[in-house]
């Protein structure tokens, strides 16, 4: 594609800063792209759009109050465990964790409640352990 499929005139790969808004929270973010030189058309690759998809993810979580990719994962690595382990230990299916770390899928609530519990050692792994199966 090297021109735009709405106006014709010629596009190119850039990055533009752009804000983002959230519940009247905004940040700015770099998106990379093909932008169009005349009508402002931006058209986002796959790859284009996994480069910011992360950065939002984690603005949206601290807005909702929920733990970022890194601060989960963070947690995990002190329990010592693997994200295989800590999805067949919390549940929520294999492949849950990695979901979680990559902002494919926010944790739910009460998972998000008890890694606060486990970082802020109100409680302990074996805690947890003794009552999961
Ligand atoms: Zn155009």
Same mark, same amino acid.
């Given at each position: 594609?090297?021109?735009?499929? +709405?106006?014709?005139? &010629? +596009?190119?790969?850039?990055?533009?800063?752009?804000?983002?808004?959230?519940?009247? %929270?905004?940040?700015?973010?770099?998106?990379?792209?093909? =932008?169009?030189?005349?009508?402002?058309?931006?058209? *986002?690759?796959?790859? @284009? !759009?996994?480069?910011?998809? !992360?950065?939002?993810?984690?603005?949206?979580?601290? +807005?909702? %109050?929920?733990?970022?990719? @890194?601060? !989960?994962?963070?947690?995990? &690595?002190?329990l010592h +465990?693997?994200?295989? @382990?800590?999805?067949?230990?919390?549940?929520?299916?294999?492949?849950?964790? %990695?979901? =979680?770390?990559?902002?494919?899928?926010?944790?739910?609530?009460? $998972?998000?409640? *008890?890694?606060? $519990?486990? @970082?802020?050692? &109100?409680?302990?792994?074996?805690?947890?352990?003794?009552?999961?199966?």
């Amino acid at each position: 594609m090297t021109n735009c499929p +709405i106006c014709n005139a &010629k +596009i190119v790969n850039k990055s533009e800063v752009t804000t983002y808004t959230y519940k009247d %929270h905004s940040i700015e973010i770099e998106q990379s792209g093909k =932008y169009c030189t005349k009508c402002e058309e931006v058209f *986002l690759s796959p790859k @284009d !759009l996994k480069s910011t998809k !992360l950065k939002i993810a984690n603005f949206k979580r601290e +807005i909702d %109050h929920f733990l970022t990719t @890194d601060e !989960l994962k963070r947690i995990r &690595k002190k329990l010592h +465990i693997t994200q295989q @382990d800590a999805s067949q230990i919390f549940g929520g299916g294999i492949r849950a964790f %990695h979901k =979680y770390e990559t902002a494919e899928v926010t944790q739910s609530k009460p $998972l998000d409640i *008890l890694f606060r $519990l486990i @970082d802020s050692d &109100k409680i302990s792994f074996d805690d947890i352990k003794s009552v999961a199966i």
